[in-house]
């Protein structure tokens, strides 16, 4: 599986190789593989599942035969008939459609985005959605249409077709809000692209709106990702002061203090994982805290703080891992949705000889602990996500 991001000024290529038995024996141990089904037991799945749609259809169940569609979806898939999917789940979602079946319908939804994306026909995925939303629009059906407007979103998203995904997530707050459901989500995906963009202002007012917007609806995940990100653009501005996470941010620097002051990397692992999650402060803050430390035991402090991860080469004392959690929104907007959960990557910055141009790279790993909760999983989030980590060396200091 292959896939590519963009960022701005750059393209990364990331490819995922699966494994032959052999090698899986040489890593056991060290990264685990799911096992998938067969061929022959997926493809003894679709048979059942064509009996049990031709009695559906003679028996003239049309509930029972959108379902049965969707399962018929998720076989042709693991066959690798993407596209062949992409058209069972389309059958059943106009199915759902005509019965009224919310649920059923978010469902079908759901399946057939995916199998447009498995099948890499992500445009025609678009125009998918595009005409389901016109007949949501000219029945009236205004839940559809909300539903539809951010699976368009979503896509646009994945194509890197900004402007698209911008305007249509404007469009999908604004009928959210008349419908009187949360447009926090959408609030901030607003936020993110005109971030991403260069409107910081705009994107400021984005996310204090989905700041709010989440906070009356007690969706506390998108409001912390709000907050976080309307920290992050009033740090970039210049206007640490007025971040909503500062006081937060500025009690985990007197945690990240103390902990470089005892030498504890597990409080000071603590600490970073909080900036992490809160932004909200700048480098200068950090360098404030740590000057007593400095000035207390300047060669102890600097060995711990290069074992932990600073860079104390330039004589300032820079958190290589802070400025990561920006990324996952960055990507989200540029073609990769894909949010955190593992931190499994030590980037590095490099200059070839004779060259002006820094180059990063990363070995990255996934450790067996982290096994555990994703045996379903062919391709390890862990190694993705730190793949895309390998980036940030380009933001650190030579």
């Known amino acids: 599986l292959a896939l590519k991001a963009r960022v701005p000024d750059h393209t990364f290529f990331f490819v995922f190789v699966r494994t032959t038995s052999a090698m899986s024996a040489e890593l056991e141990g060290e990264i685990t593989f799911a096992e998938p089904p067969s061929e022959e037991a997926c493809r003894e799945q679709l048979r059942e599942a064509y009996k049990i749609l031709k009695e559906a259809v003679e028996g003239k169940d049309r509930g029972r035969e959108a379902a049965i569609l969707l399962d018929i979806a998720s076989a042709r898939l693991r066959l690798g008939y993407a596209v062949e999917a992409a058209n069972a789940a389309r059958e059943s979602f106009a199915i759902y459609r005509e019965l009224g079946d919310v649920d059923g319908k978010q469902s079908a939804l759901d399946s057939m985005c995916e199998m447009y994306i498995a099948a890499l026909q992500v445009p025609q995925g678009v125009e998918a959605v595009k005409r389901e939303k016109v007949i949501a629009k000219d029945t009236g059906d205004k839940v559809g249409e909300l539903a539809l407007l951010r699976a368009m979103t979503n896509l646009y998203g994945l194509l890197g077709r900004s ?29 993110g692209l005109q971030r991403t963009a260069g409107n910081p202002t705009v994107a400021l007012q984005a996310a204090q709106q989905s700041i709010s917007a989440a906070s009356k609806a007690g969706d ?3 409001e912390e990702q709000a ?16 971040a909503p996470n500062r006081a937060a941010a500025m009690e985990a620097i007197r945690e990240l203090a103390a902990a470089v002051r005892a030498q504890r990397a597990d409080l000071f692992k603590v600490a970073v994982q909080r900036l ?12 404030e805290a740590l ?29 290589k891992e802070i400025f990561k959690k920006s990324l996952y929104l960055d990507y989200r907007m540029t073609g990769l949705w894909y949010g955190p959960r593992f931190r499994n990557c030590r980037p590095n910055k490099i200059m070839r000889p004779n060259s002006l141009i820094p180059e990063a790279c990363a070995v990255v790993h996934a450790w067996d602990e982290q096994e555990d909760w994703c045996d379903a999983l062919a391709y390890h989030p862990g190694i993705i996500d730190s793949m895309q980590h390998t980036s940030t060396a380009l933001h650190q200091p030579m």
């Open 227 to 242: 907050r976080r990100l309307a920290s992050s653009i009033c740090v970039e501005r210049g206007q640490a002061q007025a």
């Open 276 to 287: 992490e999650d809160l932004s909200g402060f700048d480098e200068s803050d950090v360098q």
């Open 163 to 191: 402007q698209d995904a911008l305007s249509t997530a404007l469009e999908t707050a604004a009928l959210a809000k008349e419908l009187k459901d949360t447009e926090a989500a959408e609030l901030l995906v607003v936020a």
């Open 220 to 222: 506390s995940a998108t």
């Open 291 to 319: 000057a007593p430390a400095l000035e207390e035991d300047e060669e102890g402090t600097e060995r711990f703080l290069r074992l932990v991860g600073f860079d104390t080469s330039t004589g300032k004392h820079r958190l």
